[in-house]
Structure formats: C-alpha cells, structure tokens
C-alpha cells in the first residue's frame, strides 16, 4: 500500500508539472484564444469580423516586428533594451534623408534609403553583440546604455520635432496602402515572422542559438562559437 501511496504522489507531481509545463509553453495563446471567444461572444456583430482583425494587426504591426527582432536575443538569454530606440532612428533618419532630398525621389531612392537605414541598425547592433559578447559587459547594462544614448542624440538632431512634410508617396506606401485588402505592414510582419521561423527552426545557426540560450557552457565545449552569435 506504502509503495502505491508513493506511485500516486509521484504520478500527481508529474502531472501538476506537466500542467504547470503547458500554462508555460502554451498559456499566452490559450488567453488570447480566451480572449477573442469572450469579446465575439460580448460584440459578435463588431469583434470577429476581418475587417477588425485586420485593424489589431495593423495597429500591433510595429511592435510586432520589434518584438520578433528582440526574440533573436531572447533565444540567446540575453536583453536589447535598445531595441525601441533603435525602431525610433531608423524611422527618424529615414524620413529626414527623404525629408530633405530636393529632388523628386523615386523608388530606387527609397530603396536605397531603407537599405542603408537597416545597415546603420545592424552596425549598431554589432556593436552591441562585440560589448557584449567579448568585453563582458552586462547585456541589460549596456543595451540600456546605447538606448539612452541613441535616444538623446535624436532629440538633439531632430530638436524634439517630428518630420511631417516632404516625405514621398513612395515611402509613405509602406505603411499606409494596402495589398489585396490586407495593410502594407501586417504584410511585412508575417513574412518577417515566416523568415524568423524558417531560421530559428530549420537552420544550423538557429538551432546553435537555441543551444546557447538552453545551457550557454554546454554549447561552447560542444563547439559552438558562442560570443559570434551576440554580434
């Protein structure tokens, strides 16, 4: 009877953990599924139509993307408090550049902009893996650093004033029209979300990170260049 007793409380311990495992891995979609049931069940002629849907995520399209880009480090175990600071310069420096372009810009030129904008980001960004990742530096420390930095040297360029006029039709498109009925940025959201995917879940450098971020000594002995992924 003892050792039944002893299979029963081993038998519940499991299963609470399993529980406690699957609230974890699947609780905040479970609530948003929850969510959604309570709110087309309270307006089902406003709530669960596509029209509204598409508005949600029209409207959470930028911090969606900043969210994905900030996965990448999450991954990893590791913080980029920078990261809104960052989404703040590339949008600023790309509207000031096409601001003050006399010329009447085409696409090629807004291309070449957003290129270049994302370049700067990822130069900075290194930047903050090789501080990192090979000085050592607290990755919360220092990412919250570079953000205060970033920050105050846009609000002393830009003088707290924000760029209205002059911006082309060309640029305006990416966040304003629509493709087949869906907006421009829910679009550029799910294919940056698929192509994250596709990296993490089915390329070599992806599954590495998932080994850093899962045990960071286990991955280095195991042959992974562990500081190379923070750059």
């Known amino acids: 009877m003892a050792v039944d007793g002893g299979s029963t409380e081993i038998a519940q311990a499991r299963k609470r953990v399993d529980i406690v495992s699957f609230l974890a891995k699947y609780g905040v979609v479970l609530s948003l599924a929850i969510l959604i049931i309570v709110f087309s069940a309270a307006r089902p002629d406003v709530f669960p139509t596509i029209g509204n849907f598409l508005s949600i995520m029209n409207q959470i399209s930028i911090l969606g993307m900043i969210a994905l880009g900030l996965t990448v480090c999450l991954v990893m175990g590791l913080f980029d408090l920078s990261i809104g600071a960052m989404a703040t310069l590339g949008g600023y420096a790309a509207a000031r550049v ?58 002393g360029v830009s003088a707290s004033r924000t760029v209205l006029r002059g911006i082309p039709s060309e640029f305006l498109v990416i966040g304003q029209e629509k493709l087949i009925g869906i907006p421009n940025p829910v679009i550029i959201m799910l294919g940056v979300a698929f192509v994250l995917w596709v990296f993490l879940e089915h390329t070599q450098p992806g599954r590495s990170m998932y080994a850093i971020g899962g045990n960071r000594e286990a991955a280095r002995l195991a042959g992974i260049a562990v500081k190379r992924y923070a750059l």
Not at 105 to 120: E, K, N, Q, T
Request: aromatic fraction near 6%; charged fraction near 5%; glycine fraction near 10%.
């Open 98 to 155: 096409l601001a003050q372009d006399l010329s009447d810009p085409g696409a090629i030129d807004v291309v070449w902009v957003v290129v270049l904008v994302l370049s700067m980001a990822a130069v900075i960004g290194m930047l903050n893996g090789v501080l990192v990742s090979y000085l050592g530096i607290s990755a919360f420390i220092e990412t919250l650093a570079a953000g205060s930095i970033i920050t105050g040297a846009i609000l």
